[in-house]
T-cell receptor
Framework: AQTVTQSQPEMSVQEAETVTLSCTYD???????LFWYKQPPSRQMILVIR??????QNATENRFSVNFQKAAKSFSLKISDSQLGDAAMYFC?????????FGSGTQLTVLP | DVKVTQSSRYLVKRTGEKVFLECVQD?????MFWYRQDPGLGLRLIYF???????EKGDIPEGYSVSREKKERFSLILESASTNQTSMYLC??????????????FGSGTRLTVV
């Protein structure tokens, strides 16, 4: 069974600053993928960034980047130049197209 | 614009009622999923399906059943609703073997209250 742990239920960041959200996972799969999803108050889950576990290079998407440490089973999300629109619940997930396991989420507040 | 559509955004039902939550996707995805979202617990998988008329139990299937008669539609059924099934329900879909490109596409959720 897979488990995903997000140890920070809530985080806050000042607008234009950088924040890092933590995620650790445990899996027995050799081929898997990692994702960060964002859920704003509209409730629509939005894919933020994805990482193939077999790739060592950390994924980046504009202001969003990950620090993927495979041996430590760690997959943290860094948000640079935080914007008010980044305020949301963020979920880390691990798995495949056939099954994703999600963490409990981190509520991010962006302070003006 | 690709979509996963859940039939109701908010739903209030009485204890003991049979409840149907409908989900339709227009992306020709093989895989469909029902998750339940509760504060502090994240998303928990209830049931999933890889093909028409096929279903498999997730982590918390008790009290639920599903139906997939057509590829684009995946229904979640609460046979006899109870107050502990008050929650947010999220439907999702994905291509069979391409999570790296597409991940999951989610519906906007149904907030179900059982009174």
């Amino acid at each position: 069974a897979q488990t995903v742990t997000q140890s920070q239920p809530e985080m806050s960041v000042q607008e234009a600053e950088t924040v890092t959200l933590s995620c650790t996972y445990d899996t027995s799969e050799s081929d898997y993928y990692l994702f960060w999803y964002k859920q704003p108050p509209s409730r629509q889950m939005i894919l933020v960034i994805r990482q193939e576990a077999y790739k060592q290079q950390n994924a980046t998407e504009n202001r969003f980047s990950v620090n993927f440490q495979k041996a430590a089973k760690s997959f943290s999300l860094k948000i640079s130049d935080s914007q008010l629109g980044d305020a949301a619940m963020y979920f880390c997930a691990s798995g495949s197209a056939r099954q994703l396991t999600f963490g409990s989420g981190t509520q991010l507040t962006v302070l003006p | 614009d690709v979509k996963v559509t859940q039939s109701s955004r908010y739903l209030v039902k009485r204890t003991g009622e049979k409840v149907f939550l409908e989900c339709v996707q227009d992306m020709d995805h093989e895989n469909m999923f029902w998750y339940r979202q509760d504060p502090g617990l994240g998303l928990r998988l209830i049931y999933f399906s890889y093909d028409v008329k096929m279903k498999e139990k997730g982590d918390i299937p008790e009290g639920y059943s599903v139906s997939r008669e057509k590829k684009e539609r995946f229904s979640l059924i609460l046979e006899s609703a109870s107050t502990n099934q008050t929650s947010m329900y999220l439907c999702a879909s994905s291509l069979l073997d391409r999570p790296s490109n597409y991940g999951y596409t989610f519906g906007s959720g149904t907030r179900l209250t059982v009174v």
